[in-house]
């Protein structure tokens, strides 16, 4: 069996493994590069293998970069089933499409202002190329296996990172191997926990947070305090956050803020009917999360949904306190950007980062203090307060990711850690040998290992 690494090594983003066995290849996530230029124009070039050479695909999760590159996939060639959790299925005919439509925009705005070094600028993929790649999914139960490819099984287990999110077990006759996928939180507010693994000869697992500990301060209580600090200063709260996930953390601590009567009763917006779209899917996949109906209930109306690019626009001569959630969680595009040129460069505002910001970003730049980000090619000052909230952060940190480890009942025979910045992985590979004695490694882009299935010594 022969594992190459595609996407996801030695950078946080762009998950593509390529598994080759008997003569049948088995492709597991097709993402997006995100974050740097350099990483950005790995979108470009030419898949690593020929798509029309995969027999068989799985996707650990929807985040455009574990899912977002199936689009250009199948225009390329990709025939087979692409097998999903039922959640995973349901959020990608949200994300994939609006990904597609961003694209177009983009393409378009740099068309229309003259300021891409391409003429014309064109998009990755269309919005109706992404529609017609969600044929493609085939929705599958979680925890039960079954036979992907002749002489080989392969089982999800719930990954509690997102609705949907799951662990991939592939099972052959000699051993098996484990992709992490992106891990949950043991506690998260909303979603059930990662499942325990126990066996497994080989694993790939992330290290997105590799290097450090969340806060341990409840990220609720955090937000309360900036909401109302805000507002009674007279200003606007912009949350840039991912519309799959956050958007619903948030939303759900809003409405248990405003319950208690800890924050004021200002109007918020959840300028993503993306967002609105994904959250309606909690009520859809209630055994995945363990908020009752009624909380469900209460998360699904804590916030005015924005639909229409006018209704957006006046959201940016707001003249009262108010909260605006807005994609995208990084601050890379969406709607959110408008937001920040109209609110950033006032102190009496607050941006508030709700999550992991890859380098490159504008996100990044943002926590990092930069004075002014580049939006749409114009300088926008950064003067607004700057908070960072990693206790909302899904992924789980690195003590959590060493406690799911410490789950397996005997060491893997290798692990192989991705999807972290190099210090985020290295230092996760450090902990994994020096506390648990394993034998891990950081692989790098494109690196292929064999994987021996044979008799322990």
């Not at 983009?106 to 600028?121: Q, V």
Request: aromatic share 6%; hydrophobic share 40%.
């Amino acid at each position: 069996m022969k594992l190459r690494f595609a996407g996801a090594a030695g950078t946080v983003t762009g998950s593509r493994y390529v598994l080759d066995h008997d003569g049948r290849r088995l492709l597991i996530d097709c993402g997006l590069f995100q974050g740097y230029k350099v990483l950005r124009l790995r979108n470009w070039a030419a898949f690593p293998v020929r798509p029309g050479s995969i027999d068989a695909a799985i996707l650990t999760h929807a985040h455009l970069d574990h899912s977002g590159y199936l689009p250009a996939l199948v225009r390329d060639g990709l025939r087979t089933p692409v097998h999903v959790s039922e959640a995973t299925r349901d959020l990608c005919a949200i994300l994939l499409p609006d990904s597609g439509h961003l694209q177009e925009e983009e393409a378009k705005y740099l068309n229309r202002h003259g300021i891409s070094k391409h003429h014309p600028a064109l998009p990755l993929y269309t919005r109706e190329e992404a529609i017609g790649s969600l044929a493609s999914l085939k929705g599958m139960a979680m925890e039960k296996a079954w036979e992907i490819l002749p002489g080989m099984q392969a089982m999800l287990r719930p990954a509690g990172h997102l609705l949907g999110a799951s662990t991939v077990e592939i099972i052959t006759r000699r051993g098996n191997l484990v992709f992490s996928g992106d891990l949950g939180r043991p506690h998260d507010s909303i979603l059930v926990p990662p499942v325990p693994i126990r066996h497994a000869d080989y694993l790939v697992v992330e290290s997105t947070y590799g290097d450090r500990r969340h806060d341990a301060v409840d990220p609720e209580i955090q937000f309360g305090d900036i909401i109302r600090k805000t507002a009674a200063r007279g200003g606007i709260v912009v949350v840039p956050s991912f519309a799959v996930g956050r958007a619903q953390a948030l939303l759900y601590a809003i409405h248990r803020l405003k319950s208690r009567k800890e924050i004021p009763d200002l109007p918020v917006f959840l300028n993503s009917p993306m967002a609105m779209n994904a959250t309606a899917l909690y009520q859809r996949h209630a055994g995945l999360h363990h908020l009752t109906p009624e909380q469900c209930g209460g998360m699904c109306t804590a916030a005015t949904i924005v639909n229409s690019v006018e209704q957006s626009q006046a959201l940016n001569f707001l003249d009262m306190p108010a909260v605006i959630v807005a994609a995208s969680g990084m601050a890379t595009g969406g709607r959110v950007l408008h937001h920040l040129i109209a609110y950033a460069s006032d102190p009496k505002n607050s941006i508030v980062l709700t999550g992991y910001q890859a380098g490159g970003t504008r996100g990044a730049a943002i926590a990092a203090g930069a004075k002014e980000v580049k939006i749409f090619g114009q300088m926008v000052p950064i003067r607004a307060q700057v908070h960072q909230l990693n206790g909302y952060s899904a992924h789980a940190d690195a003590d959590e990711i060493i406690a799911w480890l410490k789950g397996f009942e005997r060491p893997p025979r290798r692990v192989f850690i991705t999807h972290g910045d190099p210090q985020a992985a290295d230092t996760l590979r450090k902990r994994i040998s020096d506390e648990l004695n394993w034998d891990a490694q950081v692989p790098d882009h494109l690196e292929s290992v064999m994987l021996d299935f044979g008799e322990r010594t």
